[in-house]
């Protein structure tokens, strides 16, 4: 799977998940661009879309993007929280569905 990291999300993150093609918003020359723009612009290039932004499935009606949205919601967006989110955020890639969002939480 091809998997854009939000500017908001730790991009080290991006170590952890292995197996598959991730870039961060910053890589792409994307991090001033707002959520509807960056979500057309992400779904000419990638699978899914990884972000701790959690309106954006307020603000956005995903289902008309043709990439999945996978929002992360630990106690803050620093690494060492977002790290043990890693092995839902695995599972949700592999079966993550265009225009749906998937939140992931720690238990």
Request: charge should be positive; include cysteine.
């Amino acid at each position: 799977m091809r998997i854009l990291l939000d500017e908001c999300v730790d991009w080290r993150l991006a170590r952890d998940i292995i197996g598959h093609d991730v870039k961060t918003a910053r890589q792409m020359g994307w991090t001033t661009i707002k959520n509807g723009e960056l979500l057309t612009l992400a779904a000419s290039h990638f699978d899914v879309f990884v972000t701790a932004d959690r309106n954006l499935s307020f603000q956005q009606k995903l289902a008309s993007y043709s990439i999945a949205v996978i929002i992360l919601r630990a106690k803050t967006n620093r690494l060492s929280d977002l790290r043990p989110l890693t092995p839902k955020l695995l599972a949700a890639v592999e079966v993550a569905q265009p225009g749906s969002a998937k939140l992931i939480e720690a238990d």
